[in-house]
Structures are given as C-alpha cells and as structure tokens.
C-alpha cells in the first residue's frame, strides 16, 4: 500500500508538470499571435452618389451615424462634415473619428458625390435682325443684346461665332450662340440671322454736259468724244464674277487634355480669307482659344464675299486625348483579424478605396468586398480603377485571420 501511494503521489507530480509545460507552450504561442486588443472600431456609412438638388449647385445630404463597436465604456463620434449639411458638385471625403475614455481613437471614411445632371439654358436669344449698310459703307454695325446663359453650377461658358459692334457685310450672317456647363453638357443653340441691306443708289459722277458739234468736212456724221462719267457705290461692287479664296486651312490637331480637366484648351493660326472685293467675310464653329472634350471636334471655316459667292469650306478636326490614369487614394492597410468566436473564420470589414480621374468617369472593382468572410491564413485583396479611356490604376492590401486562444482549466 506504501508502494502504491508512492507511484500515485509520482503520477501527480508528471501530470501537473506535463500540465505546466502545455500552458507554458499556448502562453508563447499567444504572445507571438496575440489577440487583437482594438477595444472599439467604427463602420462608416457607405458612399453617397446623389444628383444636385433642382436648380442649384449642390445638395443637402443625411446619413446614419456611423456604427461603433466598444469594449471600454462610452465612445464619442464627430465627423467632419455634419449629416444635413449641404455639399457642392464634386466629390467630398468625410472622415469620422471614435474617441473611447481612454482617449484612444479609430476614424472611417466614407465619400459624398453630387453629380451635375442638369443642363444649362441660354434665353433671351435675338430675333432676326434686318439693317441698312453704315451710311457709304459696304457694311453695317450691328448691335443686340447678348442671350443669357444660365446653369445649377454657376459656371456656364457662353461662346459665339460673332460678337455685338461687329462689322457685317451685305447679305445674310447667321448668329451662333452656344453655352457649355463643367459637365460637358450643353443648352440647345441660340440662332438668328442678321440680314444687311444695301440702301444707297450708286453715284453717277461728272456726267458730260449736252454737246453741240458740226459734222466732219463733207460728211453727215461727226466722231465725237468726251470724257467718261465715273460712277461710285457704297458696296464697292457693280459686277462681279470672282470667288473668293480661302487658304492656310489647319491641318488636324491632336491635343491631350489640360492637367486635371476633361477637356483641352486648344488655339490654332486661323486661314486667311481674300476677295477681289476686298470685302470678304470668314465665319467659323469655333474660335482659337476655345475649350474642347475629350473625343473628335470638327472645325469650320466659309467665307462669302458681297456678291454671295461662297468659297468652299476649309474643315479640320481637334482631337482631345485623356493622357491621364485615374488616382486610387486611401487604399486599405493591411488587416489583422482574430476568427469569429466559435469559428474557424472571420468576418472582416474596411473602407472602400476612392479613385479620382480628370474625365469625371471612374469605376472601381475589387476582388474581394468588405463583409466577406475569410478563413485562416493570408488573403489578397486588389482593386483596379479605370476610366472611359482604359486608362487603370491598382491597389492591394492583405488580410491575415488568426486563431484565437481558448484556455481549458481541468
């Protein structure tokens, strides 16, 4: 019997020592991997895209209060932008910070897009203006009053072939009016016609007076001379059979767009028109100077001389390239998660990455998205912007799940 409690008292000593050296083991185990310690993380509210309210340039946005989760007491949210306030076409971040007891603190993001789907107008376009030539001019001066350009954005870009107190020959000038918003979009054109009639009967000068003169020496006939009146006309023209010309017609631009902006600002050396005349006028659809989107613009040019003689068009195109990757920016850090208690996953959440691009246009896809469930190990997650041009750019972060400890006291 001494001998059997002997071996007893031994097997309790080898249990408890295996049993030290099992939780000496785990205790390393969990220091190398430990446990996430965050006490609290906050879930922003996902991204706005809204159209701005009618008529204006923005639009008043609500949204739910970020979610938190916390382990230590009461937690303090402020976002930097309040829901209910008003927010401008764009996109705006707005970030929001959690601050527990302990002053620590966890932010989120999330983005508010208000998108211009509103044309600009143009009112108030002219009607057809009828006016007499300058008095001895083979033009008139015409004067209107400008149409009004109106847009939610505030910035519309009014552009016009022709300008008010410019010269404007005999015979028919059609007006253009066009207006542009940020956006690209645009109102339907304002057109008149501005017709100058010449008013003015031409000037018979120096007319000869009435002549008396004996017939020649044994003839009934007499040769007789005098000096040709002259004639002159407020139009410079009697007759006219010449067309005018036009040359130095551009040849087709390329352009990529200005830094930042989905268009280009383009100018050029404009033809030069001539007629014997010596009063040609040269219309054109667009102006050196103008701002041009992205793709093919066909460019115009005529020319009419007073006689209505038309040269035939000299024509280019302006073709705009985005040159430009979108910009992805607060790509995701990396992400280390403990598995769901009871589980052997883990459900893992983070903020969406933001892209920006000059076209306005950017899509962004990911592999995987926030809300999905991984299992132990290291995942990959990428996402790839790109815009309307096939132009890209990428981000990647990863996300290692871990098991967490469970004690067991026997």
Known sequence: MHHMNILAAMDRRRLVFMIGIFLLYFANYCAVFGEDTTDHHITCPDDVV????????????EWFAPQVWNDSGSVTVN?????????YIGKTTVTCTATNPSDNTVECNFSVDIVDEENPTL??????????????????????????????????????????GQLFSIGDTEVT?????PTGRQAPPCLFTITV?????????FCPNTKHQ??????MTAIVDWTEPTAADNSGVFTHDEDPTLSNCPSNIHRNTDVGKPYATVTWQE???????????????RSPGDQFYMGVNEVTYTVTDPAGNVVSPCSFTITV????????????SDINQGTDPGTDVAEVRWDLPVAEDNSGIVSVVGNYQPGDVFDIGTTTVNYEASDESGHTDTCSFQIVVFGKCVYSYG
């Open 50 to 61: 809204e159209p701005t309210a009618t008529g204006d340039n923005g639009a008043v946005i």
């Open 79 to 87: 976002c930097d932008r309040l829901s209910g306030s008003k927010f």
């Open 123 to 164: 009112v108030n376009c002219p009607s057809n203006i009828q006016q007499n030539t300058d008095n001895g001019e083979s033009y008139a001066t015409v004067i209107w009053q400008e149409p009004t350009p109106g847009d939610n954005s505030g910035s519309p870009n009014m552009i016009s072939n022709r300008s008010p």
């Open 177 to 181: 009016y066009t207006v542009t918003d």
């Open 197 to 205: 009639t010449d008013a003015e009967e031409p000037v018979i000068s």
């Open 214 to 219: 004996d017939s020649d020496t044994g003839l």
């Open 271 to 285: 033809p030069t028109p001539e007629d014997n005349s010596g009063f040609p006028t040269m219309t054109s659809t």
């Open 321 to 332: 390239i985005d040159s430009e990757n979108p910009i992805i920016t607060l790509c995701p």
